[in-house]
């Protein structure tokens, strides 16, 4: 039982650059998360999914796209790296109480 | 809109004390309440989950209260180790189509021998 899985571990990115972040969950979950983590300002949330076939913007969303591609998998992708964009993304899946993190993905945008 | 504060931000204490962090909310309108465990450059660990309705939740040596109409949880650490050295992080599940969970900034707690 894997859990929350992401990939890539880390990433440098160029200015401008596009990446896809992969996340997916075998708890057979509904609502799935996004997540930024920057020092002193804890997790932001970038987007989330209550179900397979939704989406919906959450604090931080300028920058990002997002698609949910099945109940197990839900990717983001950054469509023109910005420095600003440097962070650790987390992925989370939510049972009916508690939510779940992946180990996360840590970005470096130069 | 929801907003959750964590004090202290940062905390050292010697070996075998007895600790509280705290954690506030502003609206009271919650499902449950979670407390977190991150270790420096990992994820993050699900400590305690509180549900609305519960008044406090007992693991080993932490115990975290839910006090939902003054808007405070916290989490208590009993006769604390090295290994409890991390970030320990707070976060809400509110009610009202509020599908997301919305986390404090942490405390910051170094143990030293």
């Known amino acids: 039982n894997a859990g929350v899985t992401q990939t890539p571990k880390f990433q440098v990115l160029k200015t401008g650059q596009s990446m896809t972040l992969q996340c997916a969950q075998d708890?057979?979950?509904?609502?799935m998360y996004w997540y930024r983590q920057d020092p002193g300002m804890g997790l932001r949330l970038i987007y989330y999914?209550?179900?397979?076939?939704?989406?919906d913007k959450g604090e931080v969303p300028n920058g990002y796209n997002v698609s949910r591609l099945n109940k197990r998998e839900f990717s983001l992708r950054l469509e023109s790296a910005a420095p600003s964009q440097t962070s650790v993304y987390f992925c989370?899946?939510?049972?009916?109480?508690?939510?779940?993190f992946g180990p996360g993905t840590r970005l470096t945008v130069t | 809109k929801q907003e959750v504060t964590q004090i202290p931000a940062a905390l050292s204490v010697p070996e075998g004390e007895n600790l509280v962090l705290n954690c506030s909310f502003t609206?009271?309108?919650?499902?449950?309440l979670q407390w977190f465990r991150q270790d420096p450059g990992k994820g993050l660990t699900s400590l305690l989950l509180?549900?609305?309705?519960?008044r406090e939740q007992t693991s080993g040596r932490l115990n975290a209260s839910l006090d939902k109409s003054s808007g405070r949880s916290t989490l208590y650490i009993a006769a604390s180790q090295p290994g409890d050295s991390a970030t320990y992080l707070c976060?809400?599940?509110?009610?009202?189509?509020?599908?997301?969970?919305?986390f404090g900034a942490g405390t910051r707690l170094a143990v030293h021998p």
């Open positions: 989370a899946s939510r049972s009916i109480y508690e939510q779940y």
């Open positions: 708890m057979n979950h509904n609502s």
């Open positions: 999914s209550a179900s397979e076939g939704t989406t």
């Open positions: 609206d009271s309108a919650i499902y449950n």
């Open positions: 509180i549900q609305s309705s519960q």
């Open positions: 976060a809400v599940f509110g009610s009202g189509g509020y599908n997301k969970l919305i």
